[in-house]
């Protein structure tokens, strides 16, 4: 028993740690997703040159989603029209270059591994695309879009395919301020909190037990923490590979990052580990039902290729500048609640969550909410080949149909 509650005390610890970054960056990610459209995001990314790799980086960076969500939003984005490319940078940026992931490293381990992810991500995202220019062959490609306008259920394509944003003339901060834009804030605040849950929690469980059961002996062992250079070379090697079978995505691995962290793994190691929140057992297998079994297999060797290459970089350049932390101050947080800058920060953000939820509650969203797994859309509804929808026509989704009519009854 006793070890049960040491577990769950270090699981509430990380949690109140992060809460209030969590909504920060919920919150932020809600009001730029309030007014950008879907169908302009994919129109934008129709081809995969160095300019459009970096606006789908900031545009993923701007549409913070859960893993599972962003996965499938970049099926979406390539049967609308996206470059399979621009929708794979999307969808690495959209859960590894977002605000709430950089604060919550900084809270948990430091600012240098918010550095490094930022740092890191840009790379793999370079790396991908030479990786996808000299390898990915039109055979495999022609296969892969075939297989994807089947429309084959993965997970959250309800999410996915939901456009809460508002439409209209006016500014970005009149749009916003309006009533319709306070209720799409809050709309797509609490989906984005509902998508990222399970894997948030499960994480926290899952570091929380192992800092508490599995000694860092172990760790030690594994991550070669004796032998510092074996220890470099073998990080970002195994640290995807403990990612796959953790079945810990998005930001839930963070808490689990600060583990192997204490326990050893390099520096280069754990953000090879984050980045691969998008190669873990259960969304490999999503790959294959949206792009058929061979492009699964060459997006699984590429992404971890890129993984690996990124982890590497960002040891060797940190390395050389002196900003890797001493893994001898590494701690996981277990000293519980106390009256300090993260409580007040807690209770001003769990105000203003409380304000997005009840208007969320009072303006349809619960029936928003039970769409949330939904199904994929139809090969019309996806756009690819609509001209309505490459000519910037009205969008087609019964979701967002459905979503106007609850904003108009602010």
């Known amino acids: 028993m006793h070890a049960i509650v040491h577990a769950l005390t270090i699981t509430g610890s990380m949690t109140w ?21 879907k169908s302009t995001v994919a129109r934008v990314l129709g081809d995969g040159r160095p300019r459009t790799l970096a606006i789908a980086s900031l545009l993923g960076a701007a549409s913070s989603s859960c893993s599972y969500a962003a996965v499938a939003l970049a099926r979406s984005l390539f049967r609308k029209g996206a470059d399979f490319t621009a929708a794979m940078a999307f969808e690495i940026a959209s859960t590894n270059l977002v605000v709430e992931l950089g604060v919550i490293l900084a809270l948990l381990m430091g ?6 992810e930022f740092t890191g991500g840009p790379i793999m995202i370079v790396v991908l695309a030479l990786l996808f220019r000299l390898f990915l062959r039109d055979r495999l490609l022609r296969q892969a879009r075939e297989q994807a306008e089947r429309g084959v259920a993965g997970s959250m394509e309800g999410h996915a395919a939901m456009d809460m944003s508002v439409g209209g003339d006016g500014s970005f901060l009149r749009r916003l301020l309006s009533g319709r834009g306070f209720t799409s804030v809050s709309h797509v605040f609490v989906m984005e909190w509902a998508a990222i849950l399970r894997d948030l929690v499960v994480g926290l469980l899952v570091a929380g037990a192992i800092a508490a059961w599995v000694p860092d002996s172990f760790w030690h062992g594994f991550f070669f923490a004796g032998h510092p250079a074996l220890a470099r070379l073998w990080g970002p090697l195994v640290g995807p590979l403990v990612a796959v079978v953790s079945f810990v995505c998005s930001i839930g691995n963070v808490p689990l990052a600060v583990v192997l962290w204490q326990g050893g793994i390099s520096f280069g190691g754990v953000v090879a580990f984050i980045f691969a929140d998008l ?24 992404f971890y290729a890129a993984m690996v290459v990124a982890g590497y970089v960002v040891e060797l350049v940190f390395g050389g500048l002196g900003l890797i932390p001493s893994q001898s101050t590494a701690k996981v947080p277990d000293q519980g609640v106390s009256w300090d800058y993260t409580t007040y920060l807690n209770i001003a953000f769990l105000l203003l969550a409380a304000v997005l939820a009840i208007r969320f509650l009072r303006t349809g969203g619960m029936m928003m909410l039970k769409m949330m797994g939904g199904e994929p859309e139809s090969a019309s509804e996806s756009g690819a080949t609509s001209a309505a929808e490459s000519a910037g026509g009205t969008e087609a989704h019964d979701h967002h149909r459905h979503h106007d009519h609850h904003q108009d009854r602010r």
Do not use: C, D, E, H
């Not at 740690?17 to 459209?37: E, M």
């Not at 600012?111 to 490094?116: D, H």
């Open 17 to 37: 740690q992060i809460t209030w970054a969590l909504i920060l960056g919920f919150a932020l990610s809600a009001v730029v997703q309030a007014v950008v459209r």
């Open 111 to 116: 600012w240098q591994f918010t550095l490094a």
């Open 279 to 302: 190669l873990i057992a259960p969304i490999l297998s999503i790959y294959r039902k949206y792009y058929g079994l061979r492009m699964a297999a060459f997006l699984a060797a590429t």
